[in-house]
């Protein structure tokens, strides 16, 4: 079993920037894939960065391409989501998710392991 711990979230204005992290402890060595999902009252959970752990290729949902970065390090089992050019859209509870085997990593039933998770609130 793997354990997830998210912190970084917090309030910031819109154009704002806020960098998420989640402590990966456990049988570390089994993740294949790592994602942040985000989810807001009322709304479906949305998959928002996937990162394959062996090669560190990433995915990005399309609402946030090109603002969100996701990334590993390695030597202290964390993983990051730096977030710019926030949007009140933005406003969600995000997730971190890991997944110990090959699957359709578009699907959130791919993860096995999920963390509690860090609320991110954007003001316009």
């Known amino acids: 079993q793997v354990q997830l711990v998210e912190s970084g979230g917090g309030s910031v204005q819109a154009g704002g920037a806020l960098r998420l992290s989640c402590a990966v402890s456990g049988y570390t060595t089994s993740v294949v894939f790592m994602a942040w999902y985000r989810q807001a009252p009322g709304k479906e959970r949305e998959g928002v960065a996937r990162l394959h752990v062996g090669i560190g290729a990433t995915m990005y949902a399309d609402s946030v391409k090109g603002r969100f970065t996701m990334s590993q390090d390695n030597a202290n089992n964390t993983v990051y989501l730096q977030m710019n050019s926030l949007k009140p859209e933005d406003t969600a509870m995000y997730y971190c998710?890991?997944?110990?085997?090959?699957?359709?990593?578009?699907?959130?039933?791919?993860?096995?392991?999920w963390g509690q998770g860090t609320q991110v609130t954007v003001s316009s």
């Open positions: 998710a890991a997944a110990r085997s090959y699957c359709n990593v578009r699907d959130p039933r791919c993860y096995n392991d």
